[in-house]
């Protein structure tokens, strides 16, 4: 809820520019990958996956990369809009066979008109 | 479809009390998760169940207990509540492995 994202990194863009959150994961045996957003008081709504033998995902206004060789995952958003405003988390899953997630700490985007 | 809703969306408990928080998904979902989220972290597992009838411990199952009884409800339980319980509890559920996982609205508990 509310409490949700203190202390965490901010990316502040004004409305219409192109955003990127960037999300450095930690396990290299990883095959999946998820962002999600969460809106203040509400749960994680996912936006878009990816599998470990891609390296690009495009969705509707998103795009997620994802390097292997440095552990990196990022999120691309085109054009975004004050409703994008939330905080971002990537996921990756863990080994363990029941779809284990696991989550970093978020990025706060703050879209500005 | 509701999805995965959960209930209470909020309490407060005094030190030593008990409760339990309720998770119903009405996706046919076999999979279904409970986590805390406390602030400037991300969301981390309790406890997990793969399937109607089977629990499993996730990365901090301490002074939590949950059930599935049926396939579409999973309850956490926390016995003794303590001050350090104090989070925000999200129920998650997913179909299979590789798919994504479903969030609900979440629970706001307070520990005094």
């Known amino acids: 809820g509310e409490s949700v994202g203190l202390h965490l990194p901010t990316l502040s863009v004004q409305e219409g520019d192109n955003s990127i959150i960037n999300c450095a994961y930690s396990n290299s045996a990883s095959d999946y990958f998820i962002w999600y957003k969460q809106e203040s008081g509400k749960g994680p709504q996912f936006i878009i996956d990816i599998r470990s033998n891609m390296d690009k995902r495009q969705g509707q206004r998103v795009t997620v990369l994802l390097n292997k060789t440095v552990k990196h995952l990022s999120l691309q958003i085109a054009a975004t809009q004050p409703g994008d405003s939330a905080v971002y988390f990537c996921?990756?899953?863990?080994?363990?066979?029941?779809?284990?997630?696991?989550f970093g700490a978020g990025t706060r985007l703050a879209v500005h008109p | 479809n509701a999805g995965v809703t959960q209930t209470p969306k909020f309490r407060v408990l005094k030190t030593g009390q008990s409760m339990t928080l309720l998770c119903a998904q009405d996706?046919?979902?076999?999979?279904m998760y409970w986590y805390r989220q406390d602030p400037g972290m991300g969301l981390r597992l309790i406890h997990y169940?793969?399937?109607?009838?089977?629990?499993a411990k996730g990365e901090v199952p301490d002074g939590y207990n949950v059930s599935r009884l049926k396939k579409q409800n999973f309850l956490l339980g926390l016995e003794s509540a303590a001050p350090s319980q104090t989070s925000v509890y999200f129920c998650?559920?997913?179909?299979?492995?590789?798919?994504?996982?479903?969030f609900g609205p979440g629970t706001r508990l307070t520990v005094l």
């Open positions: 996706m046919n979902h076999e999979y």
């Open positions: 169940s793969v399937g109607e009838g089977t629990t």
């Open positions: 996921a990756e899953r863990g080994s363990g066979g029941y779809n284990k997630l696991i």
């Open positions: 998650a559920s997913s179909y299979v492995s590789y798919n994504e996982q479903f």
